[in-house]
Every structure is written in C-alpha cells, then in structure tokens.
C-alpha cells in the first residue's frame, strides 16, 4: 500500500492548497466545546505554512452551524490571523484567493451550507477547486462520505493525504496487521453500524470484548432477559448470528441495573437474574476483571463505544476503568489505538488519553476503514 503524502510534493512554495479537513466539533451557544479535532490538523497547517504555501481550509459542521467559530480558534491556536469567508465557492473566495500571499490562510463557510456538497456534484466540486494548485485531504473522519470535497474534486486537482491522514492509515493499519494477540472492545448502541466490523476483527481478534447497549442484543440472544434495556428484534436476531458463527466473543458475565434511566439506586445483578422492569446501564464488577484479564496480555488492542451509559455518575465505571486499562498498557507493552467521539469524550475523562498510541478522529470511518467498507475520500490518495 502506498499513501500519496503531501510531503512528496517538491515545490509547495506559492502554491494554493485547498486543505479538507473535519472540524465539526461541538458547539453549544457559538462556543466549543472541544477542540481536539482542531489541534489534530495543526502539523498539516503547519507543514504548509513552513514551505510557504497559501491555505484553503474547507470543513463541514452541522448543517445549523457556521464555521466561524472553528475558524476563529484555530487562529488562536495558531496565533495567526485567518480571512473567514462567509461563502465556499465564487464570488468572494475568487476575489481573496487572488490576493492571497505565501502563508496566509482563508477559511471557508460550512461546505454542507451548499446542496451540491453532499450530492457530490461536480459543478461545486469543480468551482471548489477552481482557486487551488493542490489539493490535500485531511479529514479522514469523513472519508467514508462520496461527497463533492471528498471525491468529485480529485477529477479537478492532483490530491494527496495530509499528515493527519498519513497517520490515521499508518496507525489503524496497525489493526488490520497486529501483533497478536488482538484484543478487540466494542461498545455503543448500534449494532447495525458494526456487523461488517465485528466481522472483520472476529477473524483477527483472540477475543472480542462486547459491552454498552450492543451487550444487550448478545445477552437476549442467549436467551436472558434483558428488562427495558435498549435493544431491538432486529438487532437481538443479527446477534444471534454474529454469536453461532464466532466463538470468540465474549459478553459481560454481570452487569448494573436500575429501575430508571437516571435513578441513583442501582445493583449488582448477573446476567440471568435481570427482571423485566431492569435496565442494563453498565458492566459489572466481574466483568471488568474478565476484560482486563484478556487486554493485560493483549499485545494490539482497539476500542470502539463506550460500555455503558457513563454520562451518568453511576454507570461510568466500566467504561473508565476499561479506559484506565487500555492507557495502562498502550504505549510499550502494547499498541492501543481508540476511536469515536462517545469513546474519545469517555478516555479524557480518565486524563490518560495522552498513553493511548493512536486516538482516532474517526469514529464512523474508522469503522468503515477497519471493516473494508468503500472510502470514497481515499480514493487515489490510497493504492
């Protein structure tokens, strides 16, 4: 496999980079409420601005937000001042690109602010890249997306990966040929997002570790019961099929319930003694020991969604101590690598994300990346 890195271009002087990037971040009353995302792509802006590049930055947000806020941040971050533009293509971009000099930096609006963005339409692909020489990709988080900055723009622009990019496919390549023994965690809600996953890491995985709501769906398919714990038919029936088929999975033995979604009393409960008016919310004690018996030994290991509903005070224990676990033996004795917004939001609640080898700024990509799904952005980029 070869990545087209950025850093095998020659001459970058001058040339005007349309740089994609993800930077849809929280934002709550116009302010961020982190900003890991963008502290992410620093080493890429800064690579360019170091070779005297003139900068582009394309994002999407929310279709409800506007990128200012994220423009105006990373200007702090990088204590340099940016042109926000409070369009994508034409007109105004036009006009500032032909003004640019060597290290300045544009930002642009909200791409999803235009409808030919998520059609992938290659008129706004083609206007998008009118004003650049290069084209870099740095938002692998989307790369999952056949939208027009991911995928029509690479027929207007010679395309390359930026340092960002370059390290998310380096490091979760690092899954697909680990160092056994893998040990896979995978938690969250949906079990419809991760089949293809599960899939692919069961052929790779000495155990798959199953927790969060996901948990609910194995456990009813072993026939317990699960009370008023989230899940569904569909989901309890794609289960069953995963657990017939790979005898690697391994599901909580215990598990803490509450009458209420946010009640303060809660128990103890193993998995076959859950009543019908239980909610499952976390993993129990047991449980935890038998996951961290397998990740102490484990020489790859990739976490996924949260193990249970650790918003709350009293269910966040087995997904912090997981996390601890994880940290504790990432960096040396093992590598660990983490993804998702829910599991990343979850490890910095531990203040041990600094131990863990790769944090993901993918969540949905890095599932689609691990489980051979089409990645319509790293198309060319990758071969």
Not at 41 to 63: G, Q
Request: hydrophobic share 45%.
């Amino acid at each position: 496999m070869k990545i087209k890195s950025i850093r095998d271009v020659k001459k970058l002087a001058g040339k005007v980079i349309l740089l994609r990037v993800d930077l849809n971040v929280p934002i709550k009353n116009g302010k961020i409420k982190s900003d890991y995302k963008i502290v992410a792509i620093l080493p890429t802006i800064r690579y360019l601005l170091r070779h005297n590049s003139k900068i582009i930055i394309a994002t999407h947000m929310d279709k409800d937000n506007s990128a200012k806020p994220v423009a105006k941040r990373l200007s702090e971050l990088l204590d340099k001042k940016i042109f926000f533009i409070n369009e994508c293509v034409d007109g105004k971009v036009k006009l500032a690109a032909l003004k640019m000099k060597p290290k300045d930096i544009i930002f642009l609006e909200n791409l999803r602010f235009n409808v030919g963005e998520e059609k992938n339409d290659k008129k706004f692909a083609r206007q998008l890249a009118a004003p650049a020489d290069i084209y870099v990709n740095d938002a692998f988080g989307v790369d999952h997306r056949d939208h027009a900055s991911l995928a029509a723009v690479k027929k207007y622009l010679p395309a390359y990966a930026g340092l960002l990019l370059e390290q998310e496919i380096l490091n979760l390549n690092k899954i697909l040929e680990p160092r056994e023994p893998l040990i896979s965690i995978i938690g969250g809600a949906k079990i419809q997002t991760k089949i293809v996953l599960i899939k692919k890491l069961a052929k790779k995985s000495h155990r798959i570790l199953i927790g969060g709501a996901l948990a609910n769906n194995f456990i009813a398919a072993h026939g317990f019961r699960i009370g008023k714990s989230l899940a569904d038919k569909v989901s309890i029936k794609i289960a069953a099929n995963l657990i017939k088929k790979y005898k690697n999975i391994l599901l909580p033995v215990d598990v803490i319930v509450a009458k209420k979604i946010n009640s303060q009393v809660y128990k103890v409960k193993s998995v076959n003694q859950v009543s019908k008016d239980d909610i499952i919310l976390d993993i129990g004690p047991r449980t935890i020991r038998l996951f961290v018996g397998f990740i102490k030994h484990a020489n790859t290991i990739i976490w996924n969604g949260p193990l249970g509903y650790f918003e709350n005070e009293h269910f966040k224990h087995g997904t912090l101590t997981i996390a601890r676990f994880v940290a504790t033996r990432s960096t040396g004795a093992a590598f660990g690598a983490v993804g998702g917004g829910e599991t990343v939001e979850a490890l910095k609640l531990t203040k041990m994300e600094h131990y863990i080898d790769w944090v993901s700024t993918g969540g949905g990509a890095m599932l689609a990346y691990l489980g051979g799904e089409n990645m319509p952005g790293l198309r060319g980029i990758i071969k």
